[in-house]
């Protein structure tokens, strides 16, 4: 049976990866709707290709200027209505959003609301409004199947299991790039350096959320809504070959994995064929040239985002929402050269140091944070003057 998809953020490492899927097996799949910042030369090759009937922009000067160079009968929208015009499409089985950053919330919240089912590469969608997101999920009977490879590994270890009989999970991180580096190495890090990541190929932002271990700390939020697991069940666990991709481990101490070689194909694919699998032309992983694996604990001293993660994951409310916000615009800064990288952790724990929490909030008190906190980041950074 044909699926009909529509990918938010097509142009991105993500979105790339899940039209090549999509060409590897036209008979499965159709796209009927697209979205995209600005990178219009990637999105008109994307156009001629997959012929969707919809295609969003981030703005109405990029979208009118795409209408004079595409055919007439692509329906061309703009903005944050454009994305969730594109995510609830009457003919859209399946949304993938791969948007970076909160950006990402309100597109799948209508989706959900749409009866979409959802494959999430947005992890701040959940960072940040994981409470609201999970409660539709149910009340909707709406799948959100995670394309992070962390998380697609645990949905698959999970798969035919019972979540009562879970002792803990555990999210396999790489390291980044500076696993084997001293707090004092990292002060004269340069963007180069830290877009160097050693196993996986992704987007600038995560690259760096990768260097400074935020990306598992947001991933560990994310995984205690999607699992619906307390944070104290969540464990990372620092493997650099990035061949195990996450465990769970079940209350009589056996523990399941999902490994495979380095390539986000597989969990994309997953999500978008679910249940069924289908052929995928990657190198096959050969353990025996391998031949070990390694594992190590992560040192949240030297690894102080990580910790923040936990920290702000567990307060809950607007924290990891200010958290993430924060997070998104320094890192920005950093790849700009405004910040120096050691300096990414302390704005952001500045940050969190002076919101006052909601406990509860709605979609417009988690915008209201997200808001705030990244015009207090700018402030902060434009005051330090590097």
């Known amino acids: 049976m044909m699926k ?40 008109k090759k994307q156009i001629a290709t997959f012929s969707p009937k919809i295609v969003s922009v981030r703005s109405k000067d990029l979208a009118e200027k795409l209408r004079t160079e595409v055919r007439s009968d692509v329906k061309i929208v703009y903005g944050e209505e454009g994305l969730i015009e594109v995510a609830t499409q009457d003919d859209v089985d399946f ?19 749409a009866n979409k089912q959802i494959g999430l ?9 994981g409470h609201l997101v999970m409660e539709l999920a149910k009340q909707y009977d ?15 270890s999970l798969n035919g299991e019972k979540n009562t009989q879970v ?18 190495d990292l002060k004269n890090v340069t963007i180069a350096d830290a877009l160097k990541h050693p196993n996986w190929t992704m987007g600038a932002k995560i690259t760096i959320d990768s260097a400074t271990m935020m990306n598992k700390g947001l991933e ?49 694919q997953y999500a978008i064929s679910y249940p069924d699998r289908l052929n995928l032309n990657i190198d096959a992983l050969d353990l025996t040239q391998i031949g070990a ?24 409310g607007t924290m990891p929402t200010v958290l993430n916000a924060a997070n998104e615009v320094v890192v ?13 952790e302390s704005i952001i724990d500045a940050i969190l140091g002076q919101h006052q929490k909601v406990k509860h909030p709605s979609i417009e008190e988690i915008m209201e944070a997200d808001r705030w906190a990244r015009v207090a980041t700018s402030t902060l950074i434009k005051s330090k003057g590097w």
């Open 4 to 43: 009909y998809l529509a990918i938010l953020g097509s142009t991105g490492s993500i979105g790339t990866q899940a039209l090549e899927v999509v060409q590897a097996h036209q008979d499965k799949f159709r796209v009927i709707g697209l979205s995209a910042g600005s990178n219009l030369t990637v999105l």
């Open 95 to 113: 949304v993938i959003t791969a948007l970076v950053g909160s950006i990402g919330l309100k597109p799948t919240i209508k989706a959900i609301e």
């Open 121 to 129: 590469a947005n992890k701040e969608t959940l960072v940040s409004g």
């Open 142 to 156: 709406v799948p959100i199947i995670p394309i992070d490879s962390e998380h697609s590994a645990i949905y698959q």
């Open 167 to 184: 002792n803990r999970i555990i999210l396999t991180a790489s390291g980044g790039p500076f696993r084997n580096k001293s707090r004092e």
């Open 220 to 268: 560990v939020i994310e995984a205690h809504w999607l699992f619906q697991m307390p944070y104290e069940k969540i464990d990372v666990m620092i493997h650099p070959e990035s061949i195990i991709h996450s465990m769970v481990e079940y209350i009589d101490r056996a523990i399941i994995a999902q490994l495979g070689t380095p390539d986000m194909k597989v969990p994309i």
């Open 293 to 316: 694996l390694h594992f190590f604990k992560p040192d949240l001293e030297r690894f102080p985002s990580l910790k923040m993660a936990y920290q702000t994951g567990k307060e809950g």
């Open 332 to 344: 920005g800064a950093f790849l700009q050269g405004k910040v120096p990288f050691m300096e990414i």
